[in-house]
């Protein structure tokens, strides 16, 4: 499994990033320096982009893969999800929409991962 996660978690990487430079959206901090001071921030400077955010992708990624693979420990993956995602908007880094999209991004790339490497079905894909 070692080697399909590096793979997941590039994949949603290199995703994330693609649509990141496509639609060009901003992170919080950019939009508003003062939100963090500890970032340095260029004159009209446009990114780091944060649509759709690559860590909630890479959470939902690993989240929906590893639930699909050991469903008695979803409720841990999903709460460790959550934690990344919150700790992206607390810490202005994207917005909830960046989120969602992010989130969105990785499931679908885990239900790839878990039809194509691990043969689920994808009709028993929720």
Do not use: N, W
């Not at 590893?66 to 908007?89: C, F, N, T």
């Not at 880094?93 to 194509?116: C, E, N, Q, R």
């Amino acid at each position: 499994l070692k080697a399909d996660e590096k793979s997941l978690l590039s994949m949603a990487k290199t995703l994330a990033d693609t649509l990141g430079t496509r639609f060009g959206s901003s992170a919080p901090y950019v939009r508003q320096p003062s939100l963090r001071t500890d970032h340095k921030v260029a004159p009209g400077q446009k990114c780091p982009c944060s649509y759709p955010s690559r860590h909630a992708a890479a959470g939902a990624a690993s989240e929906t893969l590893l639930g699909g693979l050991q469903p008695r420990l979803d409720a841990q993956y999903r709460y460790l999800e959550d934690e990344i995602d919150y700790s992206r908007v607390y810490m202005a880094g994207h917005f909830p929409g960046d989120i969602a999209g992010g989130a969105l991004l990785g499931d679908l790339i885990g239900d790839y991962f878990l039809v194509t490497r691990e043969g689920v079905d994808p009709a028993s894909l929720t």
